[in-house]
């Protein structure tokens, strides 16, 4: 037995810096702020986590998805950026009405999902921009 754990010592040891390399590494996205849960309508507080996440994101982040577009055809329904698939407005008090539009759809939430990874990474407005135009103007034409 002990020489079985002399053998998985060092496997240990070397996975335990591991994770903290990985764990440390990810720290910058913890960052990234994000309403509390309950700032949000109870529809979207239901809503799968990638989702729930970008409705977070938007009420604390409302420039950097003002910043892009979205590709998912909503420029047909007066989206301006991929911020109005969230937010309609912020009333006179500061709180967000919302938009339903990116409970259904995965497009809206994935440009939303790259931008705070992007804004937690420390990229800029102009670098997140262009990086959403590249990765999603195959989709369609953008709302902006």
Do not use: W
Not at 3 to 20: C, V, W, Y
């Amino acid at each position: 037995m002990s020489k079985r754990l002399f053998f998985l010592l060092p496997g240990l040891i070397i996975g335990s810096f591991l994770l903290a390399a990985c764990t440390a590494g990810g720290q910058q996205n913890s960052q990234v702020k994000l309403a509390s849960v309950s700032s949000l309508p109870k529809q979207m507080q239901d809503a799968p986590v990638a989702v729930r996440t970008a409705y977070q994101f938007a009420i604390t982040n409302p420039d950097a998805l003002q910043n892009v577009p979205c590709y998912c055809g909503c420029g047909a329904i007066g989206h301006k950026s991929n911020l109005a698939c969230y937010i309609k407005e912020f009333g006179a008090d500061g709180k967000p009405v919302f938009d339903d539009h990116a409970m259904g759809c995965s497009i809206c939430v994935d440009i939303a999902t790259d931008v705070m990874k992007m804004t937690g990474d420390g990229k800029s407005p102009a670098a997140i921009r262009q990086q959403i135009v590249d990765t999603y103007s195959k989709f369609g034409p953008a709302n902006q």
